[in-house]
T-cell receptor, first 112, second 111 residues
Framework: DGGITQSPKYLFRKEGQNVTLSCEQN?????MYWYRQDPGQGLRLIYYSQIVNDFQKGDIAEGYSVSREKKESFPLTVTSAQKNPTAFYLCASRTDGNQPQHFGDGTRLSIL | GENVEQHPSTLSVQEGDSAVIKCTYS??????FPWYKQELGKGPQLIIDIRSNVGEKKDQRIAVTLNKTAKHFSLHITETQPEDSAVYFC??????????FGSGTKLNVKP
């Protein structure tokens, strides 16, 4: 079945540590996105990539980094510079044109 | 950039009643408006969408209406069922790529 796989489902970060969240899709979509979701708030865009080897900052990119070396993969690194990383992180992808985004089931990141 | 406001933040209805969620957007260039349903611990799932050249779209118990002049769009769920309980998000799509989401509506359908 085609879809988006995020791993791990739960992740814990120690102070001063970088952690990487995985996002893989087998939908052959060109564009991929990372969102952060906090309780009572909508989805806020961290980074997005429209094509391999290219990505752009979203509205809240500070403290995060991404790479897009393969079409199917768009990992997100939460760096130690992100002082409030506790949140639910969602990855999405979409094909060209005015088409909807398809979401993974998220990774919940907490601070130890 | 775009700003999407969504109301109400919580909505409680009796099973069988209708539910309406409203969103307004700021950028008249937005031309695509999807609605997502998110269940606890899951990612959002697309339930219906509408493009700016259409005023209304229906899919069984779900409908979406769009008023471009007033820059608002609404989700209508008829004959609600307990399994409709979830958080619903609207979005406005700007520049064919960036999705701006509303803050979500928690719908509770009481049996």
């Amino acid at each position: 079945d085609g879809g988006i796989t995020q791993s791990p489902k739960y992740l814990f970060r120690k102070e001063g540590q970088n952690v990487t969240l995985s996002c893989e899709q087998n939908l052959n979509h060109d564009a991929m996105y990372w969102y952060r979701q906090d309780p009572g708030q909508g989805l806020r865009l961290i980074y997005y990539s429209q094509i391999v080897n290219d990505f752009q900052k979203g509205d809240i990119a500070e403290g995060y980094s991404v790479s897009r070396e393969k079409k199917e993969s768009f990992p997100l690194t939460v760096t130690s510079a992100q002082k409030n990383p506790t949140a639910f992180y969602l990855c999405a992808s979409r094909t060209d044109g005015n088409q909807p985004q398809h979401f993974g089931d998220g990774t919940r990141l907490s601070i130890l | 950039g775009e700003n999407v406001e969504q109301h109400p933040s919580t909505l409680s209805v009796q099973e069988g009643d209708s539910a309406v969620i409203k969103c307004t957007y700021s950028d008249s260039a937005s031309n695509y408006f999807p609605w997502y349903k998110q269940e606890l611990g899951k990612g959002p799932q697309l339930i219906i969408d509408i493009r700016s050249n259409v005023g209304e779209k229906k899919d069984q118990r779900i409908a979406v209406t769009l008023n471009k002049t007033a820059k608002h769009f609404s989700l209508h769920i008829t004959e609600t069922q307990p399994e409709d309980s979830a958080v619903y998000f609207c979005a406005g799509v700007y520049n064919f790529n960036k999705f701006y989401f509303g803050s979500g509506t928690k719908l509770n359908v009481k049996p």
